[in-house]
């Protein structure tokens, strides 16, 4: 079974150019690896190896990773795609290929994290090194059985070449693109499962450089949900409660917020798409004219 990588990435060179090293470390070698990114900045100065193809196109992380997909050349049966800042076991893509292998109808998943700094400060390099050569030291055998998800996590999903056909990210969710692992992987449901699984394994370092400024991310906190709901790849109940969890933490954080997290900037994000809702102007869009 073949395993394509792709990897959108803006604003971190250096964690990009890591998974150069990452896939040299896999027990099976990926059948492709693509950057896609929006400018030379997002690369190393110099960068060139054979085992990579670099693509440029618009920014923002659905274009980035359709046209990892459009790209693609090597005929995989699956494609994975990993955040540029997610170090992985080096087992990850052997696991990738048993557990599509083990199970037919599986579409899309994704696996399990040693650690995620998407809710911290953030993991360093170092200790997300050493967490995943522990892990890797157990060599353990593989477990291919699944977990029932909401969706799958966009720092670590793949998902069957033959079940995407012809969906693709859906480029109205612009920038960092918000929700968009689940609504991609929500749209994949009609043609098989999609779970979550233990077979490949990694840590998500949550490196805070090129993310989206704090007013973008609460206005997309709540436009965004509300666009999946009309669409119909979330439900009012779990988009309501996306929201709620959201815009209550920001507020309740604003005033002694972590130092990582722009939680003013969200606060005004999140009033911002209120009023654009209560006006009908709101659009996950609107965030490209802040």
């Known amino acids: 079974m073949k395993v394509a990588i792709v990897i959108a990435s803006v604003g971190r060179p250096v964690e990009l150019a890591r998974w150069v090293d990452h896939a040299r470390r896999q027990t099976l070698t990926p059948s492709e690896i ?6 030379d900045a997002d690369i190393p100065a110099g960068f060139a190896d054979p085992s990579v193809r670099v693509l440029r196109g618009p920014k923002g992380s659905c274009h980035q990773r359709n046209s990892g997909l459009d790209a ?16 992985p076991s080096r087992r990850c893509i052997e696991g990738i290929a048993a557990v599509f292998a083990a199970h037919p109808d599986l579409v899309g ?6 650690a995620d700094g ?31 998800a909401m969706g799958t996590y966009g720092c670590n999903m793949a998902f069957r070449c033959s079940a995407i056909r012809d969906v693709r990210f859906d480029e109205k969710l612009p920038l960092y693109a918000w929700q968009e692992d ?23 370092q949550g490196v805070k450089g090129g993310r989206s400024p704090g007013l973008r991310l609460g206005y997309s906190q709540v436009a965004n949900p509300l666009y999946l709901i009309r669409k119909g790849t979330m439900t009012p109940r779990d988009a309501l409660w996306l ?19 722009d939680r003013k900037g969200r606060v005004a994000g999140n009033w911002r798409a209120v009023k654009d809702l209560l006006t009908g102007k709101l659009r996950p869009d609107r965030i490209l004219d802040f």
């Open 109 to 114: 998943t994704s696996g399990e994290l040693l």
């Open 72 to 87: 693609l050349t090597s005929a995989p049966d699956v494609v994975a795609f990993f955040d540029d800042d997610y170090v």
């Open 34 to 39: 693509i950057f896609s990114i929006a400018s």
């Open 182 to 204: 689940v609504d991609f992987s929500r749209r994949l449901r009609g043609r098989g499962r999609v779970e979550r699984t233990h077979a490949f394994v990694g840590v998500h």
């Open 243 to 261: 929201m709620a969890r959201n815009v209550g933490s920001n507020h309740a954080k604003a005033f002694k917020p972590e130092p990582w997290i």
């Open 118 to 148: 998407i809710h911290s400060a953030g993991v360093d390099y170092e200790t997300a090194t050493t967490l995943v050569a522990a892990y890797d030291a157990e060599d353990r055998p593989i477990d291919t059985g699944l977990i029932k």
